[in-house]
């Protein structure tokens, strides 16, 4: 049977070196976090919140899930196949980051 550590012996101690990715429920991906985060070079990753959007709603129509994200080449690739004509970083209203891609209508319409 082994003995208790001597009072005052901490149960838990922090590792020596920080992760450089950290896997978190849905709860922590907002933008606050992720780049809480980014400040400390760790890489936050986690679910993307359910989508409210109008295409979300529209059985007809395609909703972000329907695309897929080559961040590495800047382009998205829409569910015909296609791949975006334009990215571009910017910032919201609210001074937050975000990317705008466009597609030709002909080549991403559901």
């Known amino acids: 049977?082994?003995?208790?550590?001597?009072?005052?012996?901490?149960?838990?101690?922090?590792?020596?070196?920080?992760?450089?990715?950290?896997?978190?429920?849905?709860?922590?991906?907002?933008?606050?976090?992720?780049?809480?985060?980014e400040q400390h070079d760790i890489e936050l990753t986690g679910p993307l919140p359910p989508d409210s959007g109008r295409q979300a709603r529209d059985p007809d129509a395609f909703d972000r899930t329907h695309f897929t994200i080559d961040w590495d080449n800047r382009h998205v690739t829409c569910p015909n196949g296609k791949q975006s004509r334009y990215w571009r970083e910017a910032s919201s209203r609210d001074q937050l980051p975000i990317?705008?891609?466009?597609?030709?209508?002909?080549?991403?319409?559901?």
């Open 1 to 37: 049977m082994s003995r208790p550590p001597p009072p005052g012996t901490p149960l838990w101690r922090p590792p020596a070196s920080k992760p450089d990715q950290e896997l978190v429920d849905a709860a922590y991906v907002s933008i606050d976090h992720i780049l809480t985060a």
């Open 99 to 110: 990317i705008q891609v466009t597609f030709r209508l002909p080549d991403c319409t559901p």
